[in-house]
Structures are given as C-alpha cells and as structure tokens.
C-alpha cells in the first residue's frame, strides 16, 4: 500500500531534550516536506526536499533541522525542543511539486 | 497580508444544501492550485485541482479567477460526510496553504 508514516505519531517532551521524527514514504516520490499546523495559522512549511541530500528551508525553519540521506526518509530533528514547537506535524511526499501524499501526523507536546 | 486567505468559517448547513467557500491569493505569478479536505485530527488529503477553465467532479466544482485572484470551491447536495475543513492551497515557487474553512453538514 503506497503511504507516508510517521513516527512517533505522539509525543510528550521537555524544553531542551533532542528528538527525532521519523517519515518514511514508500512511492519512489522524489520531493518532501515538513509542516507544522497551528490553530488559525494553517499548514507551515519548515523544510523540503527536492532530492537525496538536497533540503532547503521553507517558511518556519528556525529550531529544526532535516536530512535526506536516502530518497524514502526525510527525519525532522529538533536540537533543543521549546514550548512554542508544540504543535502538530505533517511530512508529506510527491512526485513534483505538486499533489502531496500527507502522513497522518505527529502531535508534539514540549512542557 | 497573508499570502493565501480563507474565511474560516465555521459554515453550518442543512444536509441537501449547496455551499461555497472562497480562497483569495496575493501572487499573481501563482501556477496551480488545488483544494484539500481535512477530516479533524486527520492529515489533508487531496479534493481536486483547479484549472483555469473550471473543473467538476460529481458535486464538486472548483473555479479559477486570476484576474481577482481567486479560487472557489461549490459543494451541491451537502452530505453528512462533507463535514471537514477545506484547504485551499496555491503554488509558485512553493506550497502555500491556506489557514482552512470548516464546514459542518447538520441533518
């Protein structure tokens, strides 16, 4: 079944405790991207990917970091977690820039 | 100004009813567009595209304006199951989705 996962799909934390969010895709998709959703803000594009070891930032970068080592992970990794990362993330996958496959998201709480 | 505005609703309808939601944009390089629906505590799936000469799928209608800067999205004989939030998202050199409408469909 082609699909994008997630994981941890939810996660308790503490201010400054590194963690990794893990997106796999398994449709050979060439581009992915990092969202977070906020109430009344919308999906936020943190970073993307065109291809294997190319990432740029998208609109909301600061605090996260990504990499694409292979071309079906793309993780986010926050260094130093702070409350206001508190939110719900998506990565999602496509072909080209176009129609994205989302994965079902991972809620993240920073206390 | 944010780059791409939706009335966030919510909209609350009678099933049967027809309702329509618009999306404005700021870019006017913008090159595609599409609508998403979000089921809550979902991820956002794909509705349909827009194309700039109009597009329907089943109940569904999808509209382009680019000289106002617009997209538009028309849902006919509202069902139960149409209760989601509907995203507009436009693209130029990047995605940029807007903050969403929701829509609950009442029997």
């Known amino acids: 079944e082609a699909q994008v996962t997630q994981n941890p799909r939810y996660l308790i934390t503490v201010t400054g405790k590194k963690l990794t969010v893990t997106c796999s895709q398994n449709m050979n998709h060439e581009y992915m991207s990092w969202y977070r959703q906020d109430p009344g803000l919308g999906l936020r594009q943190i970073y993307y990917?065109?291809?294997?070891?190319?990432?740029d930032k998208g609109d909301v970068p600061e605090g996260y970091k990504v990499s694409r080592k292979e071309k079906r992970n793309f993780p986010l990794i926050l260094e130093s977690p702070s409350p206001n990362q508190t939110s719900l993330y998506f990565c999602?996958?496509?072909?080209?820039?176009?129609?994205?496959?989302f994965g079902p998201g991972t809620r993240l709480t920073v206390l | 100004r944010k780059e791409v505005e939706q009335d966030p609703g919510p909209f609350n309808v009678p099933e049967g009813a027809t309702v329509a939601f618009n999306c404005t944009y700021s870019?006017?390089?913008?090159?595609?567009f599409f609508w998403y629906r979000q089921d809550c505590r979902k991820e956002p799936k794909l509705l349909m595209s827009?194309?700039?000469s109009g597009n329907e799928d089943g109940r569904f209608t999808a509209q382009l304006n680019r000289a106002s800067q617009y997209i538009s999205l028309l849902i006919r004989d509202s069902k139960l199951s149409d209760s989601a939030t509907y995203l507009c998202v436009v693209i130029n050199n990047d995605m940029r989705f807007g903050a969403g409408t929701r829509l609950t469909v009442k029997p």
């Open positions: 870019n006017s390089a913008s090159q595609s």
């Open positions: 999602a996958s496509s072909l080209v820039q176009d129609t994205q496959y």
């Open positions: 827009v194309y700039s």
């Open positions: 990917s065109m291809n294997v070891e190319v990432t």
